[in-house]
């Protein structure tokens, strides 16, 4: 094969990528960790699980669409799913991927990543007691219909998965006792005529706050959480309204009793392997903090390597599609196998709906970007670092002795030497850090991701017998 | 205040740095001041922590990739004829360096802990060469003859007993031989411990860049960093391996280069090692909070501290062949470090003739942590103009003052 672009990540972005390449008869290959291609938002549930709740969605018609045209293109695309890249040996120009329990290389070379987001992990007293869960973990568990998350359930956080969320739980037979979101309605109202600028989505916003109303599910603008509470498992969770700044009014709080909490503020990029490539990265908390730099054709700063989808800026699943469809023609122009002209003829369209569709973005992101008063949510004793039992106290600590950034605060701490690498608290320390410090999100760095991404079995990589 | 020249300014701060600093703030007259900023690939956060003052003399720990076993060897070549070789050994008087900084521990953990409240975990856990065959034996019985003095520290297992005392090992092992005082410690909180303890006496410690050196008739005089002039009356060189970018900012030439070590580490496991162990192909070491720690290879690749395949898998399997369980167990990270290395792998300490005021304290290649404590011991002495415990003559630079002559690429 001449030319072969590898695609990392067959959601949205990584899927359209694949089909505008394989329309020029250029071949690619389309690699991720699942076993089906979608990603976060078309993911079909695993297979043999009940998705009449999933069928139900709109997006389902969207992925069905997508799902098809995929087909048509599959001789030119090379899918390799339940493969995960692991990082790369710079060295030696590889790219190391976990296939059927073995590590193996590829090149380095013609990269998209196209990997998304992950859900941004917000600490809060309470919050790793068994019953609170990411919204999306409550939402694939509604989508499978074979276990419910539990009986009662409230969603706290801010944007519009929340509605989602509530929805698909709703319909899984689960009782909503509210939904909680930190926006202000002044916020939304005030900016209501950019929302015109997206009617389907603002429609489709609307129809479920009135599924909601419907159901007679509470629904509270600026509210949100403050700590939950439990033996072995969430018993209740006190919420109160939020100021200006999301700082909880704590002498308003009030307390529900449920069993199962979803929270959700904000997403992350997962931009461990445009990191370990070293693409120049730079920061907007309202995009979800890191993300690397990219030209008007998704070029990152790297030669050959581009981003598109969430990957590249949080921006949702439709810019994805059309982000991922720029980056494609970027690759056909950097191989000579169209023109420049050609090329802008046929982005043009892309990025004016693209613009448009940022544009509604920008509104949700001013009614729903983090404040700074998610920072004092912990307590001192709170556990921000999971895998290695770092508390709040621990991080104060080491700002008290001078650490200045996280490399420093990693040494001193531990927080990020777990499992995860620190993807769970990577972006709270950053933003606590860069606060307190009043010192910028660069300054203050990141974690560096290195291979493994995420842990292997060590026969992986074992070359006895 | 601002004009006050300081007494001593330390440039590095890895336990090199720290360990001089902690040690110098035992004198409260002095004014000190410690420069650092973390480089990529800085030693001390890379290192397994191990104190093997007896194995990595004898070549052992990081030493065997260093230079392979005999067993090792032989496998690799063709006609697998290879006359029987002696053990890789350094020369007796780092021994002693070894084996007193060693003894220095036990104390250093309770006075680190009580001063600056970081316990760095020092474990008792002892240090096995495990043999697979009867090249391995040979190989153990040459390092057992050579140190006819120190066999009280030193222990034959055969595969009955070793496999009593490490349930976990290979079957097939025929043995090991056992340094009993070869023992590990955490290295990162070892630097922690030694910084937080010299800033309760009063060191200060600087997140800077050192730029550059001023000299004034042979003298030093002040330090310039990215953001200060710091007026001084000595500098310390413990810039581990950009010790020889800094000592050229006096035009003092330092044969030391960067080498790399590469590391794999596991999730934490429950204790299934009681020591550490040495085989010919790896080291491995179970932390204290279960992790097991797998090095480590010895790489001229300069400043590179990249992960890279081959590397990562022959560890990894020499890791498995010693442990097999580990097949089943995960990797949750790999790094590499940078050993600053000296063409003897001897560390180059004290004073250099014609430059007043400067003294270097690198070159610790791959026994940093063991022998920080000793370092920080000698240099404390050269400060106060006393005679160091330890003879200084093979540490100096100027041992190698003939070499460079003849071998300039060293320079
Ligand atoms: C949990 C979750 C639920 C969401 N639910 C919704 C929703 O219901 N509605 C909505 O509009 N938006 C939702 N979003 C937002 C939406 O996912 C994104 O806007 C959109 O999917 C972005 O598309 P993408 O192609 O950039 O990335 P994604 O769709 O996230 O696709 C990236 C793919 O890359 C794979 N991948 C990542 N790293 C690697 C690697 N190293 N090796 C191999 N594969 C890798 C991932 O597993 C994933 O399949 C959700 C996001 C998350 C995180
Ligand atoms: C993989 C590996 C495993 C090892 N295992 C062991 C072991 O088991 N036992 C053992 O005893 N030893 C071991 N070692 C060796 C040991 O880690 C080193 O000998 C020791 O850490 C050296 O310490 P140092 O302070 O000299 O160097 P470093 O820790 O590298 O510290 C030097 C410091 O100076 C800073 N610096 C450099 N230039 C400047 C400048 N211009 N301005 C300011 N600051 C500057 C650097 O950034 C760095 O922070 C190992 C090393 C490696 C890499």
Same mark, same amino acid.
């Given at each position: 094969m001449k030319n072969n672009i590898k695609i990392i990540g067959a959601g949205p972005a990584g899927i359209s990528a694949a089909i505008l390449l394989a329309h020029f008869s250029v071949h690619s290959t389309l690699i991720d960790e699942n076993s089906e291609i979608g990603g976060a938002i078309f993911k079909k549930p695993d297979k043999g699980m009940n998705n009449s709740t999933f069928r139900d969605e709109k997006t389902f018609i969207r992925a069905r669409k997508m799902f098809n045209e995929f087909e048509e293109c599959s001789s030119y695309i090379d899918l390799q799913l339940e493969s995960e890249v692991l990082g790369n040996f710079p060295l030696t120009n590889d790219l190391a991927i976990l296939q059927k329990g073995k590590v193996k290389t590829i090149s380095d070379k013609n990269l998209l990543i196209a990997t998304g987001c992950y859900e941004r992990a917000q600490p809060f007293p309470g919050w790793t007691l068994p019953g609170i869960m990411s919204v999306g973990g409550i939402q694939s568990q509604a989508k499978c219909g074979n276990v419910k998350p539990g009986k009662r359930a409230v969603l706290i956080g801010t944007g519009p998965l929340l509605l989602v969320a509530a929805k698909q739980l709703h319909m899984a037979g689960v009782t909503i006792v509210a939904v909680l979101e930190a926006g202000r309605q002044k916020d939304i109202v005030k900016n209501s005529f950019n929302l015109m600028s997206n009617t389907k989505l603002l429609k489709e916003g609307m129809s479920y706050m009135l599924y909601l109303k419907k159901h007679r599910i509470p629904f509270y603008y600026g509210h949100g959480i403050v700590r939950a509470i439990g033996k072995d498992h969430l018993e209740e969770i006190v919420v109160a309204p939020y100021d200006d700044k999301w700082h909880p009014v704590k002498e308003k709080s009030f307390t529900l009793k449920v069993d199962c909490a979803g929270i959700q503020y904000g997403y992350v990029p997962r931009i461990q392997l445009t990191q370990m490539l070293n693409c120049k990265h730079t920061y907007n908390l309202n995009r979800g903090g890191f993300f690397p730099v990219t030209d008007s054709w998704q070029r990152t700063s790297v030669k050959k390597i581009y981003s598109a989808g969430d990957n590249s800026g949080i921006y949702g699943s439709d810019v994805a599609v059309l982000s991922g469809k720029i980056a494609a023609l970027a690759y056909l122009i950097d191989i000579s196998e169209i023109s420049i002209e050609e090329a802008e003829k046929i982005a043009n369209p892309i990025r004016k709906e693209m613009n448009k569709l940022k544009k509604f973005q920008k509104t949700l992101n001013d009614f729903s970007g983090l404040k700074e008063g998610l920072m004092g949510l912990p307590d001192q004793d709170t556990i921000v670092c999971r895998c290695e039992h770092v508390k709040k106290e621990i991080i104060d600590e080491a700002i008290e002795v001078g650490v200045k950034d996280m490399g420093a605060l990693k040494i001193r701490t531990r927080i990020g030497m777990g499992n995860c690498q620190g993807k769970m608290c990577g972006n709270y320390c950053n933003e606590y850090l860069a606060h307190k410090l009043g010192s910028s999100h660069e300054n203050v760095g990141w974690l560096k991701p290195r291979f493994p991404m995420a842990p292997i079995p060590f026969d992986s990589i074992n070359t006895n017998n | 205040m601002k004009n006050k020249t300081t007494d001593i300014v330390i440039i590095g701060g890895g336990v090199i740095g720290t360990s001089i600093a902690y040690e110098l703030s035992k004198n409260p007259t002095l004014s000190i001041k410690l420069i650092d900023i973390k480089k990529e690939g800085n030693a001390t956060q890379a290192s397994? /922590? /191990?104190?093997w003052a007896i194995g990595e003399s004898v070549g052992l720990g990081c030493g065997v990739i260093f230079f392979k076993t005999l067993s090792k060897r032989k496998q690799e070549t063709t006609n697998g004829v290879l006359e029987t070789q002696r053990p890789h050994q350094l020369p007796p008087f780092f021994f002693d360096f070894c084996l007193k900084s060693n003894d220095l521990f036990p104390n250093l953990w309770r006075e680190l802990k009580e001063i600056g409240g970081v316990d760095f975990k020092l474990e008792k856990t002892g240090l096995k060469f495990v043999m697979y065959d009867d090249d391995d034996k040979a190989y153990a019985e040459n390092i057992y003859n050579s140190i006819p003095h120190l066999q009280n520290q030193m222990k034959w297992m055969d595969s009955i007993q070793l496999k009593e005392d490490e349930p976990f090992i290979n079957k097939n092992a025929i043995g090991a031989l056992t340094f009993l005082n070869d023992d590990q410690v955490n290295p990162y909180l070892l630097m922690n411990a030694f910084r937080d303890a010299a800033k309760v006496q009063g060191v200060e410690i600087i997140n800077d860049e050192v730029k550059d050196i001023e000299v004034n008739n042979g003298k030093v005089v002040a330090v310039h960093t990215t953001n200060n002039r710091i007026s001084c009356n000595t500098v310390i060189n413990a810039a581990g391996s950009w010790a020889a970018e800094i000592s050229s900012m006096v035009n003092v030439s330092l044969p030391i280069t960067p080498v790399k070590g590469q590391i794999l580490l596991s999730e934490k496991m429950p204790k299934i090692l009681k020591s550490c162990l040495s085989t010919s192909d790896c080291y491995i070491a179970q932390k204290d909070n279960g992790e097991i720690l797998i090095g480590s290879t010895t790489e001229n690749k300069a400043y590179d501290t990249s992960s890279s395949y081959a590397e990562l898998q022959g560890l990894a399997s020499g890791a498995i062949k010693a442990i097999p369980i580990l097949k089943h167990m995960n990797c949750k990270r790999t790094w590499a470090g940078l050993r600053p290395g000296t063409p003897d792998e001897v560390p180059i300490l004290g004073p250099v003739e014609g430059i007043d005021g400067y003294l270097n304290a690198c070159g610790h290649f791959r026994t940093g942590i063991l022998t920080s404590a000793i370092t920080a011991r000698i240099i404390n002495d050269l400060v106060h103009l006393r005679k160091p415990e330890i003879d200084i003559n093979p540490f100096l630079l100027n041992r190698f003052k003939d070499k460079m002559k003849n071998e300039p690429e060293l320079v």
């Open positions: - | 397994a /922590g /191990g104190l």
